[in-house]
């Protein structure tokens, strides 16, 4: 298995413009999770879906922030309109609730730079 | 609620020296736990994991951790570091039977020559 895949790995854009953060998930995971991290803040859970549904998006910082699960193979992470605050790294996990494979496989991250 | 603490912010050490990270989560039920592992500009990696049976769990780069339900400890120890053992150290439980996870605030180790 070629694990989380994210992309993209860096993304540099100016102040105001739109950003799509990709992540693919592991085949047979039932859970996926989005993650922001900062120096200030540490690991701070964004949103996270189960068998593609949102469950709990109360770590979304404001409406600027949307997130979408169209299939179990894929989700984005939009920033729109973006700001220099929300320059931090973003990590895509994928888990599992059943037996010996629970646990988050975590995606290399996308790191943010806000101009 | 669960939570997870990571009682040292960071731990610095010599290489070739033993290293204790500390974990304590707060649950009254069964748990699943964690040790993730962050090299500077990468992303987290399982280090290893308790889920049933010996509480005594190895995980890779010879790290192990022991589960002590009654101390509700999950400390991470490695008899003797080196230099590239140097990274972010993350504890993690589980909540309740969700697939979620819930990270302690992590844990620098940095060992020196």
């Known amino acids: 298995d070629a694990g989380v895949i994210q992309s993209p790995r860096h993304e540099v854009t100016e102040m105001g413009q739109e950003v799509t953060l990709r992540c693919k998930p592991i085949?047979?995971?039932?859970?996926l999770f989005w993650y922001r991290q900062t120096m200030m803040r540490g690991l701070e859970l964004l949103i996270y879906f189960n068998n593609n549904v949102p469950i709990d998006d109360s770590g979304m910082p404001e409406d600027r922030f949307s997130a979408k699960m169209p299939n179990a193979s894929f989700s984005t992470l939009k920033i729109q309109p973006s700001e220099p605050r929300d320059s931090a790294v973003y990590f895509c996990?994928?888990?599992?609730?059943?037996?010996?494979?629970?646990?988050?496989?975590f995606g290399s991250g996308t790191r943010l730079t806000v101009v | 609620a669960q939570s997870v603490t990571q009682l040292d912010s960071q731990v610095p050490v010599f290489e070739e020296a033993p290293v204790e990270l500390r974990c304590n989560y707060s649950s009254s039920v069964s748990v699943y736990l964690f040790w993730y592992v962050q090299y500077p500009n990468q992303g987290l990696q399982l280090l290893l994991k308790?889920?049933?049976?010996?509480?005594l769990v190895k995980g890779i780069n010879g790290f192990e951790a022991e589960f002590n339900k009654s101390q509700t400890s999950f400390h991470l120890r490695k008899p003797s570091v080196h230099i590239s053992d140097t990274a972010e150290y993350f504890c993690?439980?589980?909540?309740?039977?969700?697939?979620?996870?819930?990270f302690g605030q992590g844990t620098t180790l940095q060992v020196k020559p």
């Open positions: 993690a439980v589980s909540e309740g039977n969700t697939g979620k996870l819930i």
């Open positions: 085949s047979g995971h039932d859970y």
């Open positions: 308790y889920l049933s049976g010996s509480t």
């Open positions: 996990a994928s888990s599992s609730s059943q037996g010996a494979n629970y646990g988050y496989t």
